[in-house]
């Protein structure tokens, strides 16, 4: 069973913003480290930010300056602020929890893969 349900995702013109949600489960939301990956046609699903329990953030190159990952502990909740959106954001923005890191790198996931929400930025 997953426990995530990911939602906001929508149609964007550049330069937009969005904000997505990730609903977990308490039972591991409240220990772990909370992350947002993405899937693009034709690419590899990548990591896009990452939130520690203690709100410590990590981001992909290619999102800092423009997204804001956060947490809220009472609701169970991961947040995405995704602002100055680019086409090359386009993709299904999945969330899970990071299996591992080490040298600064976060790696493999802890479950299956939920749904996701898709983001799609065009004008």
């Known amino acids: 069973q997953v426990p995530f349900v990911e939602s906001g995702g929508g149609l964007v013109q550049p330069g937009g913003s969005l904000r997505l949600s990730c609903a977990a489960s308490?039972?591991?939301?409240?220990?772990?480290?909370m992350a947002w990956y993405r899937q693009a046609p034709g690419n590899q699903r990548e990591l896009v930010a990452a939130?520690?329990?203690?709100?410590?953030?990590n981001y992909a190159d290619s999102v800092k300056g423009r997204f804001i990952i956060s947490r809220d502990n009472e609701k169970n909740i991961v947040y995405l602020q995704m602002n100055n959106l680019e086409p090359e954001d386009t993709a299904v923005y999945y969330c899970?929890?990071?299996?591992?890191?080490?040298?600064?790198?976060?790696?493999?996931?802890?479950?299956?893969w939920g749904q996701g929400t898709q983001v799609t930025v065009s004008s």
């Open positions: 899970n929890i990071p299996r591992a890191y080490l040298g600064g790198t976060y790696s493999g996931t802890t479950f299956n």
């Open positions: 308490a039972t591991v939301f409240s220990i772990s480290t």
């Open positions: 939130i520690t329990s203690g709100g410590v953030t």
